[in-house]
C-alpha cells in the first residue's frame, strides 16, 4: 500500500468518524431541546389524557429525530442509496434475527401510540402484573405497581417494567378506559332470626353515605341483592366508586356495618359457632 493509499485510507476513517460524532451531538442537542419543551408542557398540562399525549408525542419526536439523522449520516458516508440500501439490508437481516423480541416490542408500541389501548395515567393488568402507567418507550412499560404481595388496591411503592413483546402474549385488562369508576361490593352475613328489611335499610344508610356521591349516572347507583346460604342471609351491596377509592371505600363501608348492627336489637351477624338448641326438654328430665 502507497502512502497516497494510506492518507485517502486515513482521511475516509477520520471523515465517517467526525460525521458520527456530529450526528450524537445533533442527536443529544435535540433531545435536550424535546426534553426542556416537554417539562414546560407537562407544567400546564391538565388532564390525564394531555400529559400522556405530551409524553408519547416527544418519545415519537426522538425516535423520528434518531431516524433521520441516521439516514442522513450512512447516506452522506455511501453517497448513494444503492449503498446505504445493501448495508441496511444486512443490518435489517442480521438485527431481526437476533433481536426479534425487542423489534416485537417495536411492533407492540407503534400498536400502543395507534390503538391507545391504555395511556399514561391509566391502571391496567398485564397478565398477573397490576398497576399504573407512567411511561411508555420503545421497549418496555413502566407501571407503578397496584398491590403486589398484598391484596390491595394501593400502590405498593415497587415499579415495574413491562417489555413490550408481552402486549402481544397476555391479556390486557384496562380498568379505567372509558372512566375511573369500578364495580365493587360489600357482603355481610345476617342470621336467620334477623329482620332483612332492616338489614337492607343498613345497607342503603352505609351505601348512601360512603358511594352515593359517586352515582352520578343511573346505572351508577349502588344495588342491593341477598342470597340465601347454608347457615345465613348474605346481604351484597353492589357499588361504583373510583378505582384509586375502591379500597378506602370498602373498608369505610364494611366498619360502618358492622358499628351499626352491633348496636340494633333486630339484626345479628352471622358467623360460625355451634348453637345448642333444646325444643323438647321433657326428653331430659329425670325419670
Known amino acids: 500500500m502507497t502512502l497516497l493509499d494510506t492518507l485517502i485510507t486515513l482521511k475516509e476513517k477520520i471523515g465517517v468518524f467526525t460525521a458520527l460524532v456530529i450526528a ?7 433531545n435536550f431541546f424535546v426534553q426542556s419543551v416537554k417539562i414546560r408542557l407537562l407544567k400546564h398540562a391538565k388532564s390525564k389524557a394531555q400529559k400522556s399525549n405530551i409524553k408519547i408525542f416527544s418519545r ?3 425516535v423520528t429525530f434518531i431516524v433521520i439523522v441516521f439516514f442522513f449520516t450512512f447516506f452522506s458516508y455511501f453517497g448513494s442509496w444503492a449503498g446505504l440500501g445493501v448495508v ?12 426479534q ?4 416490542g417495536v411492533a407492540a408500541w407503534i400498536m400502543v401510540i395507534v390503538k391507545r389501548p391504555f395511556q399514561v395515567g391509566d391502571r391496567i393488568c398485564i397478565g398477573e402484573v397490576r398497576g399504573e402507567v407512567y411511561d411508555l418507550t420503545l421497549t418496555h412499560i413502566y407501571l407503578d405497581e397496584i398491590g403486589g404481595t398484598l391484596d390491595s388496591s394501593l400502590h405498593s411503592g415497587r415499579n415495574i417494567m413491562v417489555p413490550n ?6 391479556n390486557i385488562i384496562n380498568y379505567t378506559l372509558t372512566n375511573d369508576y369500578v364495580l365493587e ?15 337492607f335499610e343498613i345497607a342503603k344508610e352505609v351505601a348512601d353515605k360512603h358511594a352515593g356521591q359517586f352515582a352520578t349516572k343511573e346505572k351508577w347507583q349502588p344495588a342491593y341483592r341477598v342470597k340465601m346460604e347454608a347457615s345465613s342471609m348474605k346481604v351484597r351491596i353492589l357499588f361504583y366508586a373510583p378505582i384509586s377509592d375502591i379500597y378506602r371505600v370498602s373498608s369505610d363501608m364494611t366498619r ?5 348492627v352491633k348496636k340494633d336489637k333486630n339484626v345479628e351477624i352471622a358467623y360460625p359457632h355451634m348453637e345448642l338448641v333444646m325444643k323438647d ?7
Open 60 to 62: 415519537i419526536l426522538n
Open 24 to 30: 450524537i451531538l445533533v442527536i443529544l442537542l435535540f
Open 88 to 99: 441496511m439490508g444486512l443490518i435489517t437481516a442480521g438485527l431481526g434475527f437476533a433481536l
Open 281 to 287: 326438654k321433657k326428653l331430659f328430665k329425670k325419670k
Open 165 to 170: 413483546h408481552m402486549l402481544f402474549e397476555q
Open 101 to 104: 423480541k425487542p423489534i416485537t
Open 185 to 199: 361490593e360489600v357482603n355481610f352475613d345476617v342470621t336467620y332470626e334477623s329482620d332483612l328489611d332492616r338489614a
Open 256 to 260: 360502618d356495618i358492622y358499628n351499626i
